[in-house]
């Protein structure tokens, strides 16, 4: 148990996504560190999120959703009130420093964060936890933060079982398709540190194929960003148009670098790729995203208990 009667602060981190129209440019200069982006820059980055079915509502709305479901995972675990949710997002309010402001507001004297990312990377969820280590710091707050969870079963389940159902769409043509494992590209540099993410990914990508039946499968990278500096490929354009050549006419994308519905997935995969791929003669589809399901909530809980473990132990 947590140290007298407060109950523990969970912090659910995420990227973020402007709430609406209005506030893609606000967005998009905090990614850029303060600097605003140019006319250019943001019209693109508005047509794709116009692009998308409904806006950028939904997109803010999925991250709510996960929370409101892990909240409620770990109170049919532990009871209510021994855990209180709150989030913590890296470009848009509420930001990872406005979480654990609130955990202080409400009393809160441990805490425990995980990032809606499984991969670790010193770049993406490392980041993530330093923040949050060093605001809870300010505050008193006793923080422990979960690394990755790329392996849990429950994770590895519930993507096959997707996994599994995708490839029922190409019916005949089933044993044909080919499942393309994809994630966010980094920047080429990581490889010169040993961070881990680009094997984590290909550690998930394996358990998922052996877990699902799956024989033909490839791993491939997306949504690199335009920084002027190599990133980490091929690109799955690229991989795409290598397929095609090859004959491949049914692809499968399991973006199990993603947990839910957002921008890299419903524009980059949904709209980009999938036209890419009928140009080239291929028939592209993707698997459902995890967003609050019940197995991924439950590998959420089971990771956030471990990291409790080492707050409890360094009492």
Not at 273 to 292: F, H, T
């Amino acid at each position: 148990m947590s140290l007298g009667t407060k109950p523990t602060g969970v912090l659910v981190m995420s990227y973020g996504t402007p709430e609406n129209m209005e506030s893609v440019e606000a967005y998009y200069t905090h990614i850029r560190r303060g600097h605003p982006p140019t006319a250019e820059q943001l019209e693109d980055l508005s047509a794709r999120y116009r692009a998308i079915v409904g806006g950028v509502f939904p997109l803010r709305e999925n991250t709510n959703r996960q929370a409101a479901a892990l909240q409620r995972t770990l109170d049919e675990r532990a009871g209510p009130g021994r855990y209180v949710c709150y989030q913590g997002l890296k470009h848009a309010a509420p930001f990872i420093e406005d979480g654990i402001a609130a955990m202080a507001g409400d009393g809160i004297r441990e805490a425990i964060g995980i990032v809606l990312a499984p991969h670790y990377s010193s770049m993406s969820v490392g980041g993530y936890l330093k923040r949050a280590q060093e605001e809870a710091a300010k505050h008193g707050i006793r923080f422990a933060g979960v690394q990755s969870y790329h392996l849990h079963p429950e994770l590895i389940s519930a993507l096959a079982e997707r996994v599994r159902r995708g490839l029922d769409k190409f019916g005949d043509a089933r044993g044909d398709a080919i499942v393309l494992f994809s994630a966010h590209s980094l920047p080429k540099r990581i490889e010169q540190t040993g961070d881990p993410y680009p094997e984590q990914l290909l550690e998930t990508s394996h358990a998922v194929a052996m877990a699902a039946g799956v024989d033909r499968w490839q791993f491939t990278w997306q949504s690199a960003g335009q920084t002027g500096e190599p990133w980490l490929g091929p690109d799955i354009l690229e991989t795409v148009d290598s397929l095609a050549r090859e004959g491949v006419r049914s692809i499968l994308v399991a973006p199990v670098g993603f947990v839910s519905d957002h921008l890299e997935v419903l524009y980059d995969l949904d709209i980009e790729a999938s036209r890419y791929a009928e140009e080239r003669g291929v028939r592209l589809e993707r698997i459902e995203m995890l967003n609050d399901d019940p197995q991924y909530m439950s590998a959420l809980a089971d990771s956030l208990a471990a990291a409790e473990k080492e707050l409890e132990d360094g009492r």
